[in-house]
């Protein structure tokens, strides 16, 4: 399995190619932009970096994702100009263990989806990692043959350390791509532990993939993966076990409670990433998904539940950050003081501090 991690050595590679992909001038890692008074930053012009985006310029598509990930506060001010240019772009998420296959598969997608004339965004996630340019490297790789199609974005992002983490930024990536006029926006994320859900929480259509003879496959079945997917692809097609692996996931699919007539009974996609094999199949699956969707109204249900899920979570972590700086605060400490001498009891303190920390907003 070591082909699905990246050498280190290879960082400095991996950027040059993140730029070369994005045509983004930006480098700043997690956090970075988000300090206040971030020099030369603050004179950013947002509603002609839109105009840009809007336009399909790489460069101001590439900027605005580096605000997203670098927590700028300029981001309200972006996603309020962005909101009108939104709704366009079909979500399609692909999660599954390191080295499964996915960043091969995506690739395939971004070339079935470019010869149909769709514009397609392509958010690569990597949970785990602080770097944009570390354990993504070998997706950069797989992807280079697109870097140089103007129909196509391509973006890393990493979200360890970012307050809020994935579910905070995706989101907002997601729209800065939907807004620059991406068709398809797919989603590469790197299934460790509750990302899959998160992930699943964010796309039109989950896509899960296993492999054969990763030993991990159907194991990672137990720990929720079932729930998720719209569409199940069984990848490495080419090698002994994908048979039973497919058979397997059949059986486990079929396991769970029966399901009314008309209800989507995720397919399962036997493909050859490598060789461009099954990815017509793919593409019809999704389609097929979207199609049901969209006629039992549950795409629209899901995009509610999204941008609730997106409302609450820039809320959560709005107040988290204000109460994070009331460390040392004159407030906390009289609250803190009463608390510790029997005075006041910890939920009526808290409720204090939130009063007090939402209603300075
Ligand atoms: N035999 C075989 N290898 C594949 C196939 N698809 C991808 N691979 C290889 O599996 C490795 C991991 O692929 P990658 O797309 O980076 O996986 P990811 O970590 O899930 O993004 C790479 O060496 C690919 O060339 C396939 O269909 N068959
Ligand atoms: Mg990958």
């Not at 729930?227 to 090698?239: F, S, T």
Request: charged share 25%.
């Amino acid at each position: 399995m070591s082909d699905g991690s990246a050498p280190a050595e290879g960082r400095a590679t991996a950027s040059e190619q993140d730029r070369s992909a994005t045509a983004g001038p930006e480098t700043s890692g997690p956090g970075a932009a988000g300090r206040r008074g971030a020099g030369p930053r603050r004179a950013l012009d947002v509603g002609a970096l839109v105009e840009q985006a809007r336009e399909g310029r790489p460069r101001a598509v590439a900027r605005l994702i580096s605000l997203v990930e670098g927590a700028s506060p300029q981001l309200r001010e972006v996603m309020a100009a962005l909101a009108p240019l939104t709704g366009g772009a079909y979500v399609v998420g692909l999660t599954g263990s390191p080295g499964v296959g996915k960043s091969t598969t995506t690739s395939a997608l971004v070339t079935a989806l470019r010869r149909a004339g769709r514009r397609v965004g392509v958010l690569a996630v990597d949970p785990s990692s602080p770097f944009s340019g570390g354990a993504l490297l070998g997706d950069r790789v797989r992807m280079s043959e697109h870097a140089s199609d103007p129909g196509v974005y391509i973006r890393s992002m990493a979200t360890r350390g970012h307050l809020g983490g994935l579910a905070w930024a995706a989101p907002q990536a997601i729209r800065v791509l939907d807004a620059a006029g991406c068709d398809v926006v797919l989603v590469e994320t790197v299934g460790v532990g509750q990302s899959e859900v998160e992930i699943a929480a964010q796309a039109d259509t989950s896509v899960v993939l296993l492999a054969p003879g990763m030993g991990d496959g159907i194991q990672a079945a137990k720990a929720g993966i079932l729930e998720i997917g719209d569409v199940y692809v069984v990848n490495k097609a080419d090698r002994d076990g994908a048979e039973a692996t497919a058979r397997e996931l059949n059986h486990m699919l079929g396991l769970g409670e029966a399901r009314a007539a008309g209800d989507w009974r995720p397919p399962i996609v036997k493909t050859v990433a490598a060789r461009g094999e099954g990815v017509d199949e793919l593409l019809d699956a999704l389609d097929k998904h979207r199609g049901w969707m969209e006629e039992h109204g549950v795409l629209a249900e899901r995009r509610r539940a999204r941008a609730a899920g997106e409302i609450e979570n820039i809320a959560l972590t709005a107040l988290r950050r204000r109460i994070g700086t009331l460390h040392g605060d004159s407030r906390l400490s009289a609250l803190a003081g009463k608390v510790a001498a029997g005075a006041l009891d910890p939920y009526a303190a808290a409720d204090e501090l939130v009063a007090g920390v939402t209603a300075e907003a």
